[in-house]
């Protein structure tokens, strides 16, 4: 591959990454196959092969965050790590631990809070939300937790001072391997209650 094509290709790639990342900014989601596909689109560029990975897009989202919402977004991200470690206090019982953009720090005020929580049975979350008068909504959510190893768990969806928080629940021993992040494909970073808190001391 000749100099000049390679760096056409390489700047494609930053081009569609950074365009991605102002999708997710915009919208609010996380859903980087989608951005990804929609940033193509944009820049005409439907077919190319030089996509780029998720890491990268999640590099160009923080920087863009960086530079346009240096005000903004670090008070977003500092409330939703504060409201998180609240539910995590609430969650005692079931060693939560936070995953998810509000631990990587690229949250902002559209981002919902992941939880893991562990339970002897899902049913457990159900009578202890229900117990505490908390609405909630059930679903499920499919992780990796290798190359072509899949698992679906049940999903818990409810408000928390007005902010969007789901839970995923894991059986007791579910702690012992993490899924991979679809970010960067390697075991997901869960942080426990203590580690939250040193998060939000040095923020």
């Known amino acids: 591959m000749s100099a000049t094509r390679h760096g056409r290709e390489r700047q494609m790639r930053e081009r569609l990454a950074q365009e991605a990342a102002r999708i997710l900014l915009e919208s609010g989601s996380r859903d980087f196959y989608a951005a990804k596909r929609k940033a193509a689109e944009r820049l005409g560029a439907v077919d190319t092969r030089n996509m780029p990975s998720n890491a990268e897009i999640e590099l160009a989202l923080v920087t ?12 977003a991200l500092r409330h939703l790590r504060e409201v998180a470690l609240e539910a995590m206090k609430f969650f005692a019982d079931f060693r939560p631990r936070l995953v ?7 949250a902002d005020e559209h981002s919902v809070i992941s939880l893991h929580l562990y339970a002897g049975t899902p049913e457990e979350i159900d009578l202890f939300l229900l117990d505490h008068g908390i609405p909630f909504e059930t679903g499920e959510k499919r992780l990796r937790f ?9 999903l818990y969806r409810f408000l928390a001072e ?15 391997q993490a899924p991979l992040s679809p970010v960067d494909g390697r075991p997901m970073k869960r942080a426990d209650r203590k580690e939250v808190e040193a998060l939000l001391d040095g923020s």
């Open 162 to 176: 007005d902010t969007p928080l789901e839970v995923v629940v894991f059986p007791l021993d579910g702690s012992r």
């Open 146 to 154: 290798g190359a072509d190893r899949y698992q679906t768990l049940p």
């Open 100 to 106: 998810g953009s509000v631990l990587r720090g690229s």
């Open 64 to 75: 863009h965050q960086r530079i346009f919402r240096a005000d903004s977004q670090p008070l």
